[in-house]
């Protein structure tokens, strides 16, 4: 059975950080794209951050280019989120995903998604 289950969500203070995590478990991990995406209240999904992990190639959105940082942790099956210099605007639920294709999850589409995390910055 595939999962990802997405946590390190929360509230913090703009300026403050949060460190997300997705652990993958129920296919090959190397073979996948993982992604980050999130959707605030009345707005689209948007796809933020994505790494492959065979290679180490990397996408970020320019809504959070400089201030996020994704990586993996292949030995535990695990990509991390880290968000540093934290916005309101960044208060969404943040969703892992992962799709064979590194494109796909750019384009907003992905095989398998994870229940979510909540993050909310305060002013």
């Known amino acids: 059975e595939v999962q990802l289950v997405e946590s390190g969500g929360g509230l913090v203070q703009a300026g403050g950080s949060l460190r997300l995590s997705c652990a993958a478990s129920g296919f090959a991990f190397e073979d996948y794209a993982i992604g980050w995406f999130r959707q605030a209240p009345g707005k689209g999904r948007e796809a933020i951050s994505c790494?492959?992990?065979?290679?180490?190639?990397?996408y970020y959105a320019d809504s959070v280019k400089g201030r996020f940082t994704i990586f993996s942790d292949s030995a535990k099956n695990t990509v991390h989120l880290q968000m540093n210099s934290l916005k309101p605007e960044d208060t969404a639920v943040y969703y892992c995903?992962?799709?064979?294709?590194?494109?796909?999850?750019?384009?907003?589409?992905?095989?398998?998604w994870g229940q979510g995390t909540q993050v909310t910055v305060s002013s």
């Open positions: 995903a992962a799709d064979v294709w590194t494109d796909a999850i750019t384009r907003g589409q992905a095989d398998y």
């Open positions: 790494i492959s992990p065979s290679d180490g190639n990397t």
